[in-house]
């Protein structure tokens, strides 16, 4: 309840500010080829007011600027479509703040994670899967960017994984992993700590990667219980333990950097806090985000 009310006070403050390069797709009606997506831009309304308003794949696609750094920014779990645009609205003031807008391009990207099962157990679980799954459809989108485009891709907690099955993916796409310089942040990471190690769930994806920043948090409640989904108990999650580094080479080691994150979080698994967080570590953020 509090974290609704907090969505609700942002997103009234941040109304009257002028809006930069954001954009927001939602996959919930996608096909694979990526038809049927819902694509918005914000925009200000009598140069006052922030709106979403209705937009093609295609009017993004032809206005992308490969020097420009694109941020993508996926959520996690229990996230429904309007509140997804609404996170869109409070990060882009957050970034507003600190970067000028000609600086980069945001996307929030938005996948089916609305509870719907009865079971928490079950329904957490399915949504694991079904984050992995949606790999496919933003794999799709980078493969229609232009050539040399920067791209930095933010997940939190299943939206980490998200980020992670897309690296994989590319990992068996020379044309793709050729084409695009690609970064990468994992905010309260909800997968398992050994992901990353070469015989780990997205072993490849490091390879695809320029770099990769993780927020650890040994304090975050809601990881604690991760270890449970596994039937018989199973790995800490990367968001709380960070990342294994078993059987990687010393270069590919030095692609990952971890930072404490649990003196700012405590115990919250938020995702407007922890996005809000990344952009107080602003060194890392230009680093990881903005390719400076």
């Known amino acids: ?35 049927h997506l819902t694509v918005k831009k914000l925009d200000n309304k009598n140069q006052s007011v922030q709106v979403w308003r209705s ?138 700590s050994g992901a990353l190690t070469p015989n780990g769930r997205y072993g490849q994806a490091l390879s695809v990667t320029e770099k990769m920043l993780i927020h650890v948090n040994p304090d975050d409640a809601a990881l604690c219980f991760y270890p449970l989904l596994g039937r018989l108990g199973g790995s800490q999650a990367i968001g709380k333990k960070g990342a294994l580094v078993n059987g990687l080479s010393k270069k590919t080691q030095q692609k990952i950097k971890s930072v404490n994150v649990a003196p700012q979080l405590g115990t919250e698994h938020a995702f407007v806090t922890s996005f809000q967080t990344l952009i107080t570590y602003e060194k890392d953020f230009r680093q990881y985000a903005l390719f400076e």
């Open 1 to 35: 309840m509090q974290h609704l009310v907090l969505i609700l006070i942002l997103s009234i403050f941040v109304s009257g500010v002028r809006a930069g390069d954001t954009w927001f797709i939602d996959t919930r009606s996608a096909t694979t080829e990526l038809e």
């Open 55 to 192: 937009a093609a794949l295609e009017e993004f696609q032809e206005t992308h600027v490969p020097q420009k750094p694109l941020v993508i920014v996926i959520h996690g779990n229990w996230t429904s479509s309007a509140n997804a645009l609404s996170y869109g609205k409070i990060f882009d003031r957050f970034l507003e703040k600190n970067e000028k807008s000609e600086n980069y391009r945001f996307l929030i990207w938005s996948w089916p994670s609305e509870r719907i099962l009865c079971g928490i157990r079950k329904d957490i679980l399915t949504k694991a899967r079904r984050a992995d799954e949606q790999a496919d459809y933003l794999v799709s989108f980078l493969q229609k960017l232009k050539p040399n485009s920067k791209v930095s891709l933010i997940g939190f907690s299943f939206g980490a994984g998200l980020v992670c099955n897309t690296l994989q993916l590319l990992a068996d796409t020379k044309e793709i992993h050729n084409k695009l310089s690609i970064r990468s942040i994992l905010l309260a990471g909800a997968l398992d």
